[in-house]
């Protein structure tokens, strides 16, 4: 598998670099505090808490007696109502969390007073390149400044005491569909900074940048370009002999994909950096890298791998693929942890994933070696993973461009998506934040890429949409499950299993008062004991909980936060109607604080309003009505929830006043009149007779699903 290994040069040498005397002062975050951060019981100072990303905090005032009197102490509500995914940081009393839009805000962490706020303008239409909602994960710290990374791809310094900018840099080509939606990591004064847009036809990379000037020190590729020769990078050269041609290199500029748009971790002893690298652009390797046989041909290096490289110069150490030859949307940039695990009797360290694909990796990080995978949600497109670290693939579930489609477990979401994990190492743990929702992809003849706008898969989207049949919709809704597991890495196991009454639940916390923390869809935010499962304490969110939640303390007082909100792509493009039935998951945008003792009430909840469908008569021809359909699948569905059945976070078209009014629906995905709630331009891509044509489609399916709730 990996047999590009450099010899890894395993000294630990942290400079100054990049750490210039105004950078630090006695509250600074330097070098060193990042490498104690583990041990610095009163912050978290770094997305995963320490460069390891285990989410584990030696904290227990909070603990399985005490937290029966665990207690809201403070709440900020946001000023959004999208997606919400951040992770806190908090520094010596004071709490710094990203929101939708890339906002940043600033509290007293024990009184919740708002200290500063920054908004970095993030153009509206720029939502429509964002697969997944406009959200934002987190914040970076160095010296006393703050980093983040803005949906439109800017990397932006603050200074974290006023929140003033001191500099902004732009980090892709904002020409393209490029997103941040990541936290940056920074290690020894270099700030490492990746995006999303694989759906939308970019070239994966990610960047390193100096703290200090902003200044770009060296940008990686992960997939190749297609015109390589002897005088490209080594590892770009093997790659490009893993694929068949096809996008690379072609007019179309479609990329590729492989995007970094999420996980890192970091190694001081071995000095490496771990990122993970996302699906192929488009989705169907088919049409990405033809072959022969119909399905394409290679394995399409780095899509869905795992990379380790050295921070200093971004030179390539090793990688590992999971998936080879990635066709399903089988994204390796879930949440990479590191931890030291006695394995056969040996230490070993290893590096721990959970993949969209399915199987829980554990691999030695210094090598990049296999060490095992196993399913941890069930799985059908492969029947295990070979001794050499391959999986052992179901042909049935590869498709060609025409012919049978195929229902694919996991599905494009994963069996696991961007929600964190966490790690006790008492326990020796990894908790995963899971889910069970296979999917259809079906083959789509003749389909050629856009890259201005619209999902670029390579799959008939439209041919997912569920049938308008109450009963199979009840069906379907029952085969989605969200999971809490408690995973043995060594024993390659689960130990327990907590089920949700639904998919898409929150990342994780674990704490030395032996508890694990989690928000759920089902509206709350619920601790359990982390040896055995059991439920210990719950408290009702009033909305759905994504997000992962921290804990740190002031004046020796310990406090657990959360970020609450519903949204991500889950919340946007899976049917609002079946969650609803699940069980109903509003957006709330609002920073949850507690402690024990806690005494803060939540304003009630509003009720829920659902304005009545009533779409005006569906008059459009057969022909017009399907042609409508394939346009929404692939220019639309994205945000507006697959056949129109609409999210609970963005508008549910079925409801729109502008069916009624083809002119306003015109000035609308036309002329862009709402581009700066999100919702951009679509002329460059279709017509004006093919944007009616999507008016009439979703008249005749509101009008379908009117004619349901009859039935009810
Ligand atoms: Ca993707």
Request: charged share 20%; proline share 5%; aromatic share 10%.
């Amino acid at each position: 598998m990996n047999k590009l290994i450099f010899a890894a040069a395993a000294t630990l040498a942290l400079s100054a670099c990049g750490q210039s005397a105004d950078d630090m002062s006695e509250t600074g975050i330097s070098a060193e505090r990042l490498l104690a951060a583990q041990s610095d019981d009163a912050n978290w100072i770094t997305y995963g808490r320490n460069y390891e990303e285990q989410r584990y905090s030696p904290l227990d005032q909070v603990n399985a007696e005490t937290v029966g009197d665990l207690g809201l102490t403070w709440f900020a509500d946001m000023d959004t109502a999208r997606g919400q995914e951040a992770t806190p940081l908090v520094m010596d009393g004071k709490l710094y969390v990203t929101t939708a839009w890339s906002k940043v805000k600033a509290y007293n962490a024990a009184t919740g007073e708002l200290l500063w706020e920054y908004d970095p303008e993030v153009p509206g239409e720029t939502g429509v390149k964002a697969c997944c909602d406009v959200v934002n994960r987190g914040v970076a710290a160095w010296g006393d400044h703050l980093f983040l990374g803005t949906l439109d791809g800017r990397l932006v310094k603050l200074d974290r005491e006023t929140g003033a900018v001191e500099w902004e840099k732009v980090t892709v080509d904002q020409e393209k569909s490029y997103t941040i939606t990541g936290a940056p990591r920074i290690v020894d004064g270099k700030v490492f900074i990746g995006s999303g847009g694989a759906e939308f036809g970019v070239r994966g990379n990610f960047a390193a940048f100096d703290a200090g000037s902003g200044e770009e020190l060296w940008r990686f590729y992960t997939v190749p370009a297609g015109d390589e020769d002897e005088n490209s990078a080594e590892y770009l050269q093997a790659a490009a002999k893993t694929w068949s041609g096809g996008v690379l290199g072609s007019e179309s500029g479609i990329g590729g994909g492989g995007t970094v748009w999420d996980a890192m971790a970091y190694d001081a002893g071995l000095d490496m950096l771990y990122i993970g690298v996302g699906n192929g652009s488009p989705w169907n390797r088919a049409y990405r890298s033809p072959g022969e046989d119909g399905t394409g041909e290679g394995d399409n290096l780095y899509l869905s791998s795992i990379i380790a490289v050295k921070p200093e110069t971004g030179e390539y150490v090793w990688h590992y693929q999971t998936t080879p030859g990635e066709t399903w949307d089988f994204t390796a940039t879930q949440h990479i942890m590191l931890a030291d695990l006695e394995i056969d009797g040996a230490q070993r360290k290893v590096l721990m994933q959970a993949p969209k694909n399915g199987f829980f990796y554990v691999l030695d990080r210094e090598t990049g070696e296999f060490i095992s995978g196993d399913a941890y949600v069930p799985v059908n497109w492969a029947t295990g993973i070979d001794e050499n670290g391959r999986p052992i693939e179901n042909p049935e579930t590869r498709i060609d461009v025409t012919g049978k489609p195929a229902i694919v477990a996991p599905g494009a979401l994963g069996g696991h998506n961007w929600h964190p994990m966490a790690f006790h190492p008492g326990e020796g743990l990894v908790y995963i934040p899971a889910f069970e929702a296979a999917m259809a992809y079906a083959p789509e003849e003749n389909w050629k890429p856009d890259p201005k706008r619209g999902f670029n898969v390579g799959f008939d989207l439209a041919a997912g949409d569920l049938p308008p049949d109450e009963g199979m919709r009840r069906e379907i809704a029952g085969t989605l499950k969200g999971t809490l597991i408690a995973w043995d890495p060594v024993a390659k196991k689960p130990r327990w299993t907590v089920e949700h009454p639904g998919p898409w639940n929150g990342g994780l916390l674990a704490t030395g008062g032996n508890l694990v923390f989690q928000g759920t869809a089902g509206s709350e935010f619920n601790a359990y004991n982390a040896a055995t499962g059991d439920k210990l304490w719950s408290f009702a969110a009033q909305t759905g909980v994504v997000a992962p939640p921290i804990t740190y303390t002031v004046d020796g007082e310990q406090y657990v936060a959360v970020l609450a909100g519903w949204g991500g792509a889950y919340a946007i493009t899976v049917d609002g109607d079946l969650l609803k039935r699940k069980a109903p998951v509003r957006n709330v945008s609002r920073l949850l604080v507690f402690k024990l003792g806690g005494k803060a009430q939540l304003p009630a909840a509003a009720e829920m309003v659902q304005t009545p469908l009533d779409p005006p008569p569906s008059r459009a021809s057969a022909d017009v009505i399907a042609a409508g359909g394939k346009s929404y699948a692939r220019y639309c569905a994205v945000c507006h929830a697959p056949g129109a059945v609409g999210s609970t976070v963005l508008p549910d078209l079925r409801r729109s006043g502008a069916l009624v009014n083809a002119a306003a629906w015109q000035s609308i995905v036309h002329d862009g009149a709402l581009e700066d709630n999100g919702m951009a331009s679509f002329s460059e891509s279709l017509s004006k007779e093919q944007i009616d044509a999507i008016r009439e489609w979703v008249i005749f399916r509101a009008n379908q699903d009117k004619a349901l709730e009859g039935e009810r």
